[in-house]
């Protein structure tokens, strides 16, 4: 069948705006240099108009001029007409891009909900509080512990009237031992002799020291 009928072309790829926008480009790119190469060429006629007298000889290089201008007019307008529909690509390529995306983040959360469900259907308010509450219990038993290890044993109760009395009587006891009388009675002693002491003699004649014993001779 395929010899009598033939066998048809296999379709292609769908048409892709990314590579529709870059061949539009490329084509632009392309009249941009034809532009500039007309551009030249009028700067040359420019400047043989400007050396040369005015008659038929300049009237043919104006007229070549007017020509060169005349392509440029057409190019520069195809250049604009191709720049503005690649614009209108790349507009229409950014909104259908912003789209996917948008689709892209709408499915994350509804994704992200589900699970979010699932979980809370594993977590109950009640058990929570309960697990608070219960928490709360152990840490006030934990303080009771605490208190009875810390109990003092064999103290006698004794009134805090009592001690602030006492310590009312300890600071006058203190004023009173602050006397300086003693200093009176250090400064009545008798002086410390200065110098060394006087030789003595016994009734045998020999020479005593200040406790009375012989003295050595030196």
């Known amino acids: 069948m395929n010899r009598i009928f033939g066998k048809g072309k296999a379709k292609g790829p ?3 705006l990314n590579d529709c926008i870059g061949n539009v480009d490329s084509r632009a790119e392309s009249v941009d240099k034809k532009i500039a190469r007309l551009d030249a060429e009028l700067v040359k006629y420019k400047d043989q108009m400007k050396k040369m007298r005015d008659g038929p000889s300049k009237n043919m290089v104006k007229q070549k001029a007017l020509r060169v201008l005349k392509q440029k007019r057409m190019y520069e307008g195809q250049r604009d007409n191709l ?3 690649s614009f209108n690509m790349e507009q229409a390529n950014y909104t259908i891009q912003t789209l996917k995306d948008t689709k892209t983040t709408v499915d994350a959360m509804k994704v992200g909900l589900k699970d979010m469900k699932k979980a809370y259907k594993n ?8 697990l608070q509450d219960e928490m709360e219990d152990m840490m006030e038993d934990a303080n009771d512990i605490q208190e009875a290890l810390g109990r003092s044993y064999g103290t006698p109760d004794i009134d805090e009237d009592d001690l602030a009395a006492e310590l009312d009587a300890l600071g006058d006891e203190l004023l009173l031992d602050d006397d300086s009388s003693y200093l009176d009675e250090a ?3 008798p002086s410390i002799p200065e110098g060394l002491p006087a030789e003595k003699s016994n009734r045998d004649g020999v020479l005593v020291d200040e406790f009375g014993l012989p003295q050595i001779p030196a």
Not at 124 to 129: Q, R, T, V
């Open 83 to 85: 720049m503005q529909q």
């Open 14 to 16: 769908p048409p892709n």
């Open 187 to 189: 400064s009545t002693a």
């Open 123 to 130: 977590i109950k308010i009640d058990k929570i509080e309960d």
